[in-house]
């Protein structure tokens, strides 16, 4: 009987080591190729991703570039950790990171004065692991949308 534990804790250990050694790597600088992106947008006009991910520590900053300059910004998760934040204007996030297989997850809460809005963001990275996929839905008061962007790796 404890030989039967003993091999069947064997067997668990294993495959969860497996599991989290087939997981890709989302860490480096990423590009969105405009043309390559179904998601169009008349005030963007780049969009770059540095992603640093160790173990659950995933930190992500964005350098967007538009109509109205540069803007860069960071934001730190803790996969498999619920967070919350709140911004300027009031508006409170709970944000869930999760691994999906060999995707990453983001679900995302915004309570904004009397609305509820809510967004999944699935994160897909090529085999060759030269491109990234995001593939965002939306649902709030004003309904459903879905975006997708392409980027490359730098």
């Known amino acids: 009987m404890a030989k039967r534990r003993i091999a069947i804790y064997l067997i668990v250990f294993l495959a969860t080591a497996v599991g989290a050694q087939s997981r890709p790597d989302f860490s480096g600088t990423w590009k969105q190729n405009l043309e390559k992106s179904p998601t169009k947008s008349s005030w963007l006009k780049g969009y770059v991703n540095k992603i640093e991910l160790q173990d659950a520590n995933l930190k992500v900053t964005t350098t967007t570039v538009g109509d109205r ?19 300027r204007e009031g508006d409170e996030f709970t944000t869930n990171v ?3 297989g060999n995707t990453l997850v983001f679900e995302t809460v ?14 897909t990275l090529s085999d060759d692991g030269k491109t990234l996929t995001k593939n965002i839905h939306r ?11 392409v980027l490359e790796k730098q």
């Open 139 to 149: 649902s709030g008061p004003r309904g459903d949308s879905d975006q997708q962007y």
């Open 110 to 123: 915004e309570k904004e004065h009397d609305s509820v809005l809510t967004s999944k963001e699935v994160w």
């Open 98 to 100: 999760k691994w999906e």
């Open 69 to 87: 300059g540069e803007r860069t910004y960071d934001r730190t998760y803790v996969i498999g950790k619920e967070q919350k934040s709140q911004d």
